[in-house]
């Protein structure tokens, strides 16, 4: 860890005073492979400084991020977090143009470089940023949760230990940076790993996506390292290609989806060490509200759809229902045979004391791919998408044998 901030400082140092690009790209590229990256994040942090000292437009910034080293792009964006960070500026005013995915990369940057230099105000007293809006600290608190490793000079039970000190709402995010941290800097032996696992518990998909990410970030380089093939075995049970690519198949411009799909993944197969059940895993989010897909209105498409529908006896489903303002909107417009399933028991029973007037609509608490029963109309949002695409030709086929004669499966 002490060489990566050695890594940094030098690459800081001179970018502060160099304003060639190809000349700053010349100097992180004679840094040993497996910290190149490290060396173009504090570029990144310099180029940034010195746009915002100009004109605030990140022309340049823009063309060393974009043009120049895209195959760094995780820690160039992070290393534009340093800066907005540092600076204090309207996080959301910077990232407006900026590429849908990236833009957390730089939330988490400001994360990271508050826990490290704010400590007291950040990790100490837990103030919230001012300059963060409330949709960023998912993202940031994954770059606190890469800063509390580094804090915790790779120790795992001092990182747990920080790590619960923080409002539980937080804890996926920062078990996810933990995991992206542990990974991408490496030197730790199997025993720090599986003491990891043992301390995430139920955060054990959020570690594991972490992970996969940082394994994502140093394929995209060129420079996957033994620490991180290492980190995916034990923790990911796979190797760093596979891990990687769980995070391709999952890739969505919805980047609270994207997340919870690999997490999905790690949490409803067996690839990962302490294999977690698919039903912990949601309903540990709407424990904890983590519910960043949640438009909190019915679809607008989903809703034309419902509006054009006439018989309003239907015999519908709704599978994965979520917090289900599909249901609702369809008991406002006289349906009366709504069907929901869930797996989250802490949801299921919101709903079911939310609907226990309406005689109907009937509210099921089990797997979707365990129920039977025969429908007219099939109404998911997102549900394809959040689960294992191992499973979608499953789904294809529950689906069909779920529907009547003339049934129809809609969605998005």
Wanted: charged share 20%.
């Amino acid at each position: 860890m002490e060489f990566i901030r050695e890594v940094f400082q030098a690459a800081k140092s001179f970018c502060s005073t160099e304003r060639d690009l190809q000349k700053i790209i010349d100097f992180c590229e004679h840094a040993q492979p497996e910290f190149r990256s490290i060396a173009y994040e504090a570029s990144s942090m310099q180029i940034a400084l010195k746009d915002f000292e100009q004109n605030n437009s990140l022309q340049k910034w823009k063309h060393f991020a974009d043009d120049l080293v895209k195959p760094h792009a995780a820690q160039v964006y992070a290393g534009l977090g340093w800066a907005v960070a540092q600076q204090s500026l309207s996080l959301d005013s910077i990232i407006e143009s900026l590429p849908q995915l990236l833009r957390y990369r730089v939330a988490d940057g400001c994360g990271y470089y508050d826990s490290t230099f704010r400590n007291r105000q950040t990790v100490r007293n837990k103030q919230l940023p001012a300059y963060v809006s409330l949709n960023m600290l998912p993202a940031y608190y994954q770059g606190v949760g890469r800063s509390l490793w580094y804090l915790s000079k790779g120790e795992a039970a001092k990182t747990n230990e920080l790590l619960l000190s923080f409002d539980e709402k937080y804890h996926a995010d920062l078990w996810r940076g933990v995991g992206i941290a542990v990974a991408y800097v490496g030197g730790s032996d199997d025993s720090t790993l599986k003491e990891l696992i043992t301390f995430s518990e139920k955060y054990l998909p959020q570690l594991a996506c972490g992970v996969a990410l940082a394994a994502r970030s140093r394929i995209h380089a060129g420079c996957i390292t033994n620490d991180v093939e290492l980190c995916c075995k034990i923790i990911c049970n796979t190797s760093a290609k596979e891990a990687a690519n769980s995070t391709v198949q999952a890739e969505s411009e919805n980047y609270f989806l994207w997340l919870l799909t690999i997490e999905k993944y790690f949490s409803s197969t067996d690839n990962i060490y302490n294999k977690q059940s698919t039903q912990q895993f949601w309903d540990s989010l709407y424990q904890t509200n983590l519910m960043g897909w949640d438009l909190g209105i019915v679809s607008p498409p989903l809703k034309a759809y419902i509006d054009q529908l006439e018989n309003k006896n239907l015999r519908i489903l709704i599978p994965g229902c979520g917090n289900t303002y599909e249901a609702e909107y369809l008991l406002q417009k006289g349906f009366t045979n709504v069907t929901l399933i869930d797996i989250a028991p802490t949801l299921v029973n919101k709903l079911k004391n939310k609907f226990r007037e309406n005689p109907n609509i009937n509210i099921v608490l089990g797997d979707f791919f365990e129920h039977s029963g025969e429908y007219d109309l099939i109404l998911e949002q997102t549900f394809f998408c959040a689960i294992n695409p191992n499973l979608r030709t499953h789904y294809r086929d529950k689906m069909y044998a779920l529907l009547s004669v003339n049934g129809k499966l809609a969605g998005l």
